[in-house]
């Protein structure tokens, strides 16, 4: 089994910053991407950033400049730094990897049950 677990969500005024982590563990050989996206209540799920196993990363238009992808390989572990937050970024957020459980199989995707971040004054 694997388990991705989510923490560092909660309230916040606007204009303040969290940090999000994301462990995952289990049995695996490897991950690949491991990202973070979000759910607006109302809303369909959308990416918010992704980072390879080699570090490349992507952003949502809508959160460049203001939150930062960042993993560490040998803790299996992704981090978002969120700042300059406002309420349009209110959402539960997903963690997301791609992990290969052994050599002869494909890589799948799994998500960690969610977090919920609420930016309110």
């Known amino acids: 089994q694997v388990q991705l677990v989510e923490s560092g969500g909660g309230l916040v005024q606007p204009g303040g910053s969290l940090r999000l982590s994301c462990a995952a563990s289990g049995s695996f050989v490897s991950i690949n991407d491991m990202g973070w996206y979000r759910q607006a209540p109302g809303k369909e799920r959308e990416l918010v950033a992704v980072?390879?196993?080699?570090?490349?990363?992507n952003y949502a238009d809508s959160v460049k400049g203001r939150f930062t992808i960042s993993r560490d390989n040998a803790k299996n572990t992704v981090y978002l730094q969120m700042n300059s937050l406002s309420a349009e970024d209110t959402a539960v957020y997903y963690c997301?990897?791609?992990?290969?459980?052994?050599?002869?199989?494909?890589?799948?995707?799994?998500w960690g049950k969610g977090t919920l971040v609420t930016v309110s004054p």
């Open positions: 997301s990897a791609e992990v290969r459980r052994s050599f002869i199989t494909r890589a799948v995707n799994y």
């Open positions: 980072m390879t196993s080699g570090g490349s990363t």
